[in-house]
């Protein structure tokens, strides 16, 4: 059964799978840690930055919390919260970010994930959140709506990394 789970050290090594999956498979519509970058000193290494973001904003980052999505011990994606509200937020990556490693595509584990996720941001005191999905990602559009999105708004948005492209913008309440 999936849990969404808070990021736990005995899951780096199927995290660093995870990430080496989206970078195999060159996908840039969501960049996760360099797989590189992680070894046996990642998680402590990394565990401040996480702790800090969940207490402040800072350096351009908004409040937020990450999770990990495990299934029978393997890792399966993530859940990330954003307890803020800014423009970067709101006309960029949105409040809420899961994703599902490239392996388990399809298999109903992103609309677990979110559902799972949703009720992590109600335990925060949310009373709605903004999710963000590029219009051509037609499995996240399904999941968003499934959980009860509601389309507000088609936008242009324009990153580095991504270019140009087209995002609906949806609202959760909760």
Known sequence: ML????RNQSFVAGYKEYCQEFYDKNIVTFIP?????????????????????EMESFDGYTRSVHFWAID????????????E????????IGSIGYSVRVTEWGK?????ILK??????????????LLNIDNDNHASIRICENNGGVL????????KEEGKRLVRTYWILL
């Open 152 to 159: 507000m708004d088609i936008i242009m948005l324009e990153s």
């Open 72 to 83: 029978d011990g393997k890792f399966i994606g993530e859940f990330q919260l954003r307890l």
């Open 85 to 92: 509200l800014n423009d970067d937020i709101m006309f960029g």
């Open 33 to 53: 840690t360099n797989p590189e970058r992680i070894d046996e000193t990642w998680y402590e290494r990394t565990a401040g930055w996480y702790a800090r973001k």
């Open 116 to 129: 799972q996720g949703l009720e992590i941001a109600r335990n925060y005191g949310l009373e709605k959140v």
């Open 3 to 6: 849990q969404v789970i808070p």
């Open 108 to 112: 109903g584990y992103g609309n677990e």
